[in-house]
């Protein structure tokens, strides 16, 4: 659990290193919190590992080598009040624009298909200190209509919704969620 | 891409050390056909791996130590028609029952989740060289309203729908999850 008092200081003061981790952390608790609470079941997706060896170490099977795969779907699934959700978590290393080499092409496609099979699809993008909800539909709309190799911030604060870093949980992302697909207001 | 005509000889004939391997294969094969004819979304999820140690090859990350870490949800899930599915595939070591230390504590509460939160689990069962498709409803069932170790193979003639094998896809559980959801006559 990370203490809110230290919240703020952690997400700027971190070091160049560890920059992903930290919103990962944020989703990961926030996952944690909808899960105790039953408000849905949102798990991130391991790292798919090749195995090259393994060996047995006081009975116990141990991984010896082995190598990293490529994710071919997005980092996050899960159920939601019944809709399928799927998402990817990322951290812009540019203050005024979020380059798309972030997402691999074969996401972008997890991304249109998602949506075209009526699951609900998103990007959560940390830019310059800012935390935005991107909804799949303008994340491929973007796409669709530029030859940009960056997203720029003021597509994120035109089209898509600021997420207040905030207690219990971290990032309230289904909020934007429900706004969006209506879901509290019982319109599925 | 497994050749039909060994498929038969290859289920029964397979060796004791690979068991769970050959209904793993079928399951992944199908999703893949489910993928490929855009039919449906599904993933099996990686084993989730703890990382100990790494080192750099020629550039490349490596794995040198890791340790396997126990799931807390189920094999697969994805997204078919806009519903979340879940499920597990097992094999059977007896020809007659199916032991329930073959589905963890924390696997039945993830079951029970799913339903609660309007999604559809279920299990696919090899007992005595047939397919299985039973429903997480069922699964449940039994469990809550009995003491036994093992369920009957009789339970899921009774309760559960036989998988025929067959080509492309192998084993089509989507047919039964269409059956039992009414999902191809449009009751969503």
Redesign the interface.
Known sequence: MININNLNNLVSNKSHGNRGMILEDLINETNEYYLKK?I??I?K?????GISKVKYENG?????????KEK??LDY????????L?FEAKESLSNTAFPLSNIKTHQTN?IR??I????ISFLIVKINKVFYYLDGHDYLDFIDHNDRKSIPIEYFSEKGYKLELSYNPSLDYLKIVDKIYGIKDGLK
Do not use: M, Q, R, W
């Open positions: 039953d849905a079941l798990y997706k391991p790292t798919p590992i116990k099977k141990v991984l010896e080598k082995g190598y990293f071919s779907t699934n899960g159920l939601y009040e019944g809709f399928y799927d997890h298909n998602v075209k099979h009526h699951g």
